[in-house]
């Protein structure tokens, strides 16, 4: 263990139960307050050695610092100074918005984009899935940014944890006591979206896009999670479906070149409550698909 820290004050609700609340949590890196612009408060944390991020997942928001050991009681009291007097900045929200449409736009471009990311969350999804219940950019431009500021400052009030990893435990907890002020009664989480994952047989989905390759992409909804099927499911990815070496790999490229990838994996969900999945995956030249898909 070295002179570093890492600090999160963790809530366990996301986007799931606030759809506003992904893009209140990147906003807060756009923003500054009475006393620091944005560029002056980046400075000071970098004059601290420490860094700062609020991130917002499907489940999860975090609020973190790291850096200098030294300088947490610092950088903890600059951090909480910008999440208590965060300023709304109208130029600040247009410009982030305008980095959310370009990288939608530069998602669109990217093929690997459309298969894992489009058509994976469809074939699991369907119509509603987190990829689609999101802001259109009408809507994103007519959000008052002040709402996203009001959103991040209002997470005080949620139940919350935290994890500290470095040295020195009683001097972060002194820290917190002087600088993380929560009130006493804590609320409860926004109930969270539910997105059911669909049946996944008897459905061929085709996405058209212009390119010399072909790729196809086999999903298949297996049984619910089970903590005993780890070692065979790791098994079964190492040995026959991922990596150079395994089974499909060297079948379907290597001995008969009918791909230039080929993989199948055994994919454990991520949450007790979800599916497994059996996914098979080939990218070759679009006259050998037939060919390939009966390897």
Not at 20 to 47: H, P, R, V, W
Not at 248 to 258: G, H, P
Request: net charge negative; glycine share 6%; no cysteine.
């Amino acid at each position: 263990m070295n002179d570093l820290f890492d600090l999160n004050i963790i809530f366990d609700m996301g986007g799931d139960n606030d759809k506003k609340l992904k893009l209140a949590a990147n906003y807060m890196d756009y923003l500054g307050t009475a006393k620091y612009s944005n560029e002056e408060l980046k400075k000071e944390f970098y004059k601290l050695g420490v860094s700062y991020y609020v991130f917002a997942g499907d489940d999860k928001t975090y609020v973190g610092l790291n850096g200098l050991k030294e300088n947490l009681p610092k950088g903890l009291e600059l951090l909480e100074h910008l999440w208590n007097n965060a300023v709304p900045d109208q130029d600040a929200y247009k410009k982030y918005v305008e980095s959310i449409i370009k990288e939608r736009q530069d998602s669109k471009g990217q093929k690997g984009s459309i298969l894992w990311n489009g058509l994976m969350s469809y074939g699991k999804y369907g119509e509603k899935s987190r990829l689609r219940n999101i802001y259109k950019t009408d809507e994103l431009n007519a959000i008052d940014p002040k709402e996203l500021v009001d959103i991040v400052k209002d997470m005080k009030n949620y139940n919350q944890r935290v994890f500290y990893y470095g040295k020195d435990v009683d001097a972060a907890v002194a820290a917190l006591n002087s600088s993380h002020t929560i009130p006493e009664d804590l609320k409860e989480y926004p109930e969270a979206l539910v997105y059911e994952e669909q049946e996944t047989s008897g459905n061929v989905y085709f996405v058209d896009f212009d390119m010399v390759q072909s790729e196809m992409l086999f999903l298949a909804k297996g049984e619910p999670f089970k903590a005993e099927n780890i070692a065979a499911s790791t098994l079964f990815n190492t040995y026959f479906g991922s990596g150079l070496s395994s089974i499909v790999f060297q079948e379907i490229r290597e001995s008969k070149s009918l791909a230039y990838s080929a993989f199948s994996s055994y994919q454990m969900a991520d949450e007790k409550e979800n599916a497994n999945y059996v996914m098979a995956y080939m990218g070759t030249q679009a006259n050998k698909m037939p060919q390939a898909v009966s390897a």
